[in-house]
Nanobody, 130 residues
Framework: QVQLAESGGGSVQAGNSLRLSCVAS??????????MAWFRQAPGKEREGVAV???????IYAESVKGRFTISKDNAKNTLYLQMNNLKPEDTATYYCAVEPGVLSYGGYWTAAPTDFSYWGQGTQVSVSA
């Protein structure tokens, strides 16, 4: 089992920044490789992939956040981050961290399928006002 705990959400005005964190814990961390991702879901919309760092450490971003968001991870702290700059009202959503232990690489093309991931956090709310 893997437990994920997100933090860092909040309410900001457009143009500002937030950094989300996701701390992972549990026995499954004994795996050598992981695929970790951020998804988001706005009210009435499907969950969509935001960014992923796959088990080859390749980082892939959704087109809507390229150049504004940066995904990173600190293996020593078992923590995944999402630095979000120049936030826009359309970024408003609940943001979820997801982990899939083992080898999961996308070869540069991410299908962003939520079903690829076995473990999810509880989500953290991000609200961006105009």
């Amino acid at each position: 089992q893997v437990q994920l705990a997100e933090s860092g959400g909040g309410s900001v005005q457009a143009g500002n920044s937030l950094r989300l964190s996701c701390v992972a814990s549990g026995t499954t961390l004994h795996y050598d490789r992981f695929c970790m991702a951020w998804f988001r879901q706005a009210p009435g919309k499907e969950r969509e992939g935001v960014a992923v760092v796959d088990s080859d450490n390749d980082k892939i971003y959704a087109e809507s956040v390229k150049g504004r968001f940066t995904i990173s991870k600190d293996n020593a702290k078992n923590t995944l981050y999402l630095q979000m700059n120049n936030l826009k009202p359309e970024d408003t959503a609940t943001y979820y961290c997801a982990v899939e232990p083992g080898v999961l690489s996308y070869g540069g093309y991410w299908t962003a399928a939520p079903t690829d991931f076995s473990y999810w956090g509880q989500g953290t709310q991000v609200s961006v006002s105009a």
